[in-house]
């Protein structure tokens, strides 16, 4: 089955336009064609051919991160920033395992000779030793031996080396999925927070693939912005037509936008207009910044007077 739209003769994907040329003009139609295995158009009953959703705008949007589909050549949908990094999650798994298998092998055996365990009768007559327990892997005794009566065997730890592939493996994981080298990295020897600044310079790679996935989620989000402005108006709303659409995304976590407006306060009156600082850190458009800007200057002189 193979889904396609039209807006104003537009479509969405390929396919023949002839199949999308009927219908009211400048309204989005989403219209249905089904193939058998053959590649012949079949018709089934109860399935709508074409739909006229009636609104200038798309109601839907599909929304995949902006990565290359490795999986499926020429498709139109996405997959997930850890579609190329199984591999490094199985390697991230094993390296945890054999972390804390290291400590379990590795713990501290004693071996005592057998006449420090006491004995017991059994059903034929005979003396036995009295186990310690199935579940007991640190102490072991020593059969017909009365030599070195107690005797530790303490193995060397790896875990150095251990924790040293872990950090390896959780470093891949993070380069492969785009988040950076140290995103998942455990080795953070300083101990205190970071500051938005450090969280910047230490993750550009996090931060190059956030503004990526941003650019493509910022469409998606406009569009469907559009479809309810529209979808309300028709609705009886009194809402003003939506123009030019923005999204603004707050990334303070990783970059200090706090910091930048401080410097960007500081440019104003010698590099920068008022207006300016309002229309980047406001999202307003110039005609709104520069009005607003007006009034802001008039309102200070007005109180320094006073």
């Given at each position: ?12 994907g ?8 009927h219908g ?5 139609k ?8 053959d590649g ?14 009636g ?5 839907f949007?599909i ?9 499926v050549?020429m ?11 199984i591999?490094?999650i199985?390697?991230?798994?094993e ?16 071996f ?9 009768s059994?059903?034929t ?24 009566m ?14 040293e592939a ?6 891949m ?10 995103y ?24 190059r ?28 709303e ?5 123009g030019?659409m923005?999204?603004?995304?707050d ?23 008022p ?29 320094s007077m006073?």
């Amino acid at each position: 089955m193979q889904q396609r739209s039209q807006n104003d003769g537009a479509t969405m994907g390929s396919g023949p336009s002839d199949l999308l040329s009927h219908g009211n003009a400048g309204t989005y139609k989403i219209v249905t064609v089904l193939f058998d295995e053959d590649g012949n158009i079949v018709e089934p009953a109860g399935v709508c051919a074409e739909y006229d959703t009636g609104s200038p705008f798309a109601t839907f949007s599909i929304v995949k991160p902006a990565v290359d589909n490795t999986r499926v050549d020429m498709s139109p949908y996405g997959q997930s920033v850890f579609a190329d990094a199984i591999d490094a999650i199985k390697a991230v798994d094993e390296a945890f395992d054999s972390v804390f298998n290291e400590i379990s092998v590795s713990k501290m055996r004693i071996f005592l000779s057998d006449v420090l365990f006491d004995k017991e009768s059994s059903g034929t007559g005979k003396k036995v030793t009295i186990p310690f327990g199935k579940n007991d892997c640190t102490v072991f005794r020593k059969v017909m031996s009365t030599e070195d009566m107690i005797q530790e065997f303490a193995p060397a730890l790896r875990t150095s080396s251990q924790v040293e592939a872990f950090r390896i493996a959780l470093q891949m994981l993070g380069d492969l999925t785009g988040f950076g080298l140290s995103y998942f990295d455990i080795d953070d020897s300083r101990g205190y927070l970071k500051t938005a600044t450090e969280v910047a310079s230490d993750s550009s790679a996090l931060m190059r693939n956030v503004a990526r996935h941003e650019h493509a989620l910022e469409q998606s989000i406009a569009g469907i912005c559009r479809a309810l402005l529209c979808v309300s108006r028709c609705l009886g709303e009194s809402i003003p037509e939506e123009g030019s659409m923005r999204v603004d995304f707050d990334d303070s976590i990783v970059t200090d936008t706090a910091a930048e407006k401080r410097i960007a306060m500081s440019e104003v009156g010698v590099t920068m207009h008022p207006w300016e600082y309002r229309a980047r850190f406001f999202g307003e458009d110039e005609e709104t910044a520069r009005e607003r800007a007006k009034g802001l200057g008039k309102g200070a002189s007005e109180r320094s007077m006073g």
